[in-house]
């Protein structure tokens, strides 16, 4: 029988074909986010450049002075009459920064507002001390405000999370702090040399910067080990403007009596590309807070492989824990700052668990100009590029529990 020879009917069956009818998919409606703020740095990386889907969207900040485009303080959106106004615009509302502009009975309404029209509320609890803020109290005022009435809570590092619980008794979501450098951008890795580079980048002293005490402090640290005879020099950074001018001018008087060792840099507030090139050019990166909890400057020495030394303050030694990244020392001790330095910048072990009868196979330091930084770098990039898909889908879940939960509750 050829190919196309017909088949005889008495020994096929009849077929009947039934048409599949396939429904269309309706498209999912993205969640309409009030982000406060949603212009910070900080909020536009939480979302997925590359989800085609675009399951969730940042409305813009309403400007609070036209004139001013480029400030989004105070937040226009956390406001009980603004949220009445346009609360068929959106969906939920999360907070981030910015509360320090209202008082914590403004706060309230805002809550009492968003149960009335059934809208979720979603706090990022990135500080429980406010860096902007001498006085703590008021702060402390809007977390008893903010972190009881909240449908779903974040922060950034498990041991902020576990304060959160001893504190209010509730659990947060931990969601890492994304990257701070472009992740697809090649980095600077700094100006190769034999001396050991420590450097503090003061900017413009703002409230819970110590600046006077880490100064000393790093001072009398690079004398003590020259002492030993090691190569070390300290490099501090100052903003030409500054919001305490008497403790900009003792800060002067330290560093130009320490000598050679110690050298200051004064400057208009840095651009992006030149902070990056100013911290790639340490070996270790020293944090000047008196107080706080996370810090988006450990994010920005991780994303350039620069070491940090982290003051006992708040959580952002645990931002990035692994050895060689990050040592911690306590302010206006020098030995403890001198001890993190040495940390930083000998070699580290790969597996802190081998037998200790073992030589476990150690890594070189992250020096500037180095090739293994250049590669540290590389390495991080990949993580931060597969992060930003990561971060975006946790937030993702956040916003549908807690759009759930308010569903349930008025159900």
Do not use: K
């Given at each position: ?11 096929t069956?009849p ?12 498209p ?6 009030a ?14 450049p590359h989800?085609?889907?675009g ?5 813009a900040?309403?400007l ?14 956390l406001?009980?009459?603004?949220l009445?106004?346009?609360a068929h615009e ?11 502009s209202y008082?914590a009975e403004?706060?309230?309404?805002v809550v ?7 809208l979720?509320l979603?706090y ?6 406010n860096?902007?803020?001498v006085?703590?109290a ?9 972190i009881p009435?909240?449908?779903?809570l ?6 902020a ?18 990257a ?18 420590v450097g ?8 819970n ?9 790093l001072l009398?640290a690079v004398e ?5 005879g090691?190569a ?13 001018p ?9 560093v130009?009596?320490?000598g050679?060792?110690?050298t ?5 507030r840095?651009t ?28 920005l ?9 982290a ?6 030694a ?8 990050t ?5 206006d001790d ?14 580290h072990?790969?597996?802190e668990?081998?037998?200790a009868h ?5 890594v ?10 250049a590669v540290?770098q590389?390495?991080?990039r990949?993580?931060?590029r ?6 975006a889908?946790?937030h993702?879940a956040v916003y549908e529990?807690a ?9």
């Amino acid at each position: 029988m050829t190919h196309d020879a017909p088949t005889s009917p008495s020994t096929t069956a009849p077929t009947s074909v039934v048409p599949v009818v396939v429904a269309p998919v309706a498209p999912v409606a993205p969640i309409r986010v009030a982000s406060v703020p949603a212009g910070h740095p900080y909020v536009r990386s939480l979302l997925d450049p590359h989800d085609p889907a675009g399951r969730v969207v940042h409305l813009a900040d309403p400007l609070p002075d036209p004139a001013e485009p480029a400030r989004w303080w105070p937040p226009v959106v956390l406001d009980a009459d603004w949220l009445r106004a346009h609360a068929h615009e959106v969906d939920l509302l999360h907070v981030h920064f910015g509360t320090e502009s209202y008082p914590a009975e403004h706060l309230a309404a805002v809550v009492e507002t968003l149960r009335d029209l059934r809208l979720p509320l979603v706090y990022t609890v990135h500080d429980l001390t406010n860096p902007q803020l001498v006085d703590q109290a008021p702060h402390l005022e809007h977390l008893d405000v903010l972190i009881p009435a909240a449908d779903e809570l974040i922060t950034l590092t498990d041991a902020a999370a576990d304060e959160i619980e001893a504190r209010w008794g509730r659990r947060a979501t931990v969601i890492a702090h994304p990257a701070i450098a472009d992740p697809d951008a090649e980095l600077p890795v700094g100006t190769p040399g034999d001396t050991v580079v420590v450097g503090v980048h003061l900017r413009d002293l703002r409230p819970n910067v110590a600046g006077l005490e880490t100064v000393r402090t790093l001072l009398a640290a690079v004398e003590a080990l020259r002492a030993t005879g090691a190569a070390v020099e300290a490099r501090v950074d100052l903003n030409e403007r500054v919001r305490d001018p008497e403790q900009a001018d003792r800060i002067r008087e330290l560093v130009r009596a320490a000598g050679p060792s110690a050298t200051l840099a004064e400057h208009p507030r840095l651009t992006d590309p030149e902070l990056e090139r100013s911290l790639a050019d340490l070996d270790v990166s020293v944090l000047p807070y008196r107080h706080g909890t996370h810090s988006g400057w450990v994010e920005l020495c991780w994303d350039l492989a620069v070491p940090v030394a982290a003051p006992r303050v708040g959580h952002a030694a645990a931002q990035h824990p692994e050895p060689g990244t990050t040592a911690s020392f306590d302010l206006d001790d020098p030995a403890s700052l001198a001890a993190a330095v040495i940390a930083l910048v000998s070699p580290h072990a790969v597996d802190e668990t081998a037998d200790a009868h073992d030589d476990p196979a150690r890594v070189p330091a992250s020096r500037r100009g180095s090739p293994h930084r250049a590669v540290l770098q590389q390495q991080r990039r990949s993580v931060r590029r597969r992060q930003r898909h990561d971060v975006a889908a946790a937030h993702l879940a956040v916003y549908e529990r807690a759009l759930a939960t308010v569903a349930a509750v008025t159900a």
